[in-house]
């Protein structure tokens, strides 16, 4: 899930994208992701991720809730959500006993993108969140490959590509 790097203390950053969970940063040209719960490096707030999920599942999975997790995934290269980009071609609930499995097919913009696996356990941790959610499987997958054409019209509009 990437190659963990060490940020001297005092290092001069940009930051790129603040959005979801996580920050990306330049430094030096390189892209670096930080989670939430180190923004104090960045002197920001620090977050721990919060966790919505029941200790013990009880009943069906909220079908809205699971979008809204994915919601909460951003490409660390791009500043709009995974779902609006058009990422997520498949997502199912099964249930079990106890807890439900959820399913995901999703792809990147770039088959030879590094991101994938972050983005992959990115996911599965959003996922994971959510009541009654006890199993998540995510398959990355390059068929059919994606395209602009994917993306929600809001996704363009933020994006500039009408």
């Known amino acids: 899930m990437g190659t963990p790097v060490t940020i001297p203390e005092g290092s001069r950053v940009m930051i790129?994208?603040?959005?979801?969970?996580s920050?990306?940063?330049?430094?030096n040209g390189n892209l670096a992701r930080i989670e939430s719960s180190?923004?104090?490096?960045?002197?920001?707030?620090?977050?721990?991720?919060?966790?919505g999920k029941s200790k013990v599942p009880a009943g069906p999975v909220d079908e809205d809730a699971l979008w809204e997790a994915l919601e909460k995934c951003y490409d660390p290269e791009i500043p709009v959500n995974?779902?609006?980009?058009?990422?997520?071609y498949h997502c199912d609930i099964t249930?079990?006993?106890?807890?439900?499995?959820?399913?995901?097919?999703?792809?990147?913009?770039?088959?030879?993108c590094g991101m994938g696996p972050i983005l992959v356990?990115?996911?599965?941790?959003?996922?994971?969140?959510?009541?009654?959610v006890t199993e998540v499987d995510v398959e990355l997958v390059f068929d059919p490959p994606w395209d602009r054409s994917m993306m929600s019209d809001?996704?363009?509009?933020?994006?500039g590509m009408f």
């Open 82 to 88: 995974i779902v609006d980009l058009g990422l997520i």
């Open 121 to 132: 356990e990115d996911v599965r941790a959003h996922l994971l969140d959510v009541d009654n």
């Open 16 to 21: 790129t994208q603040a959005l979801g969970s």
């Open 154 to 159: 809001e996704a363009k509009l933020q994006l």
């Open 23 to 27: 920050y990306t940063v330049n430094i």
């Open 38 to 51: 180190n923004a104090d490096a960045l002197g920001l707030e620090s977050t721990e991720h919060e966790t």
């Open 95 to 112: 249930p079990l006993k106890p807890g439900n499995r959820v399913e995901v097919i999703m792809t990147l913009t770039a088959a030879g």
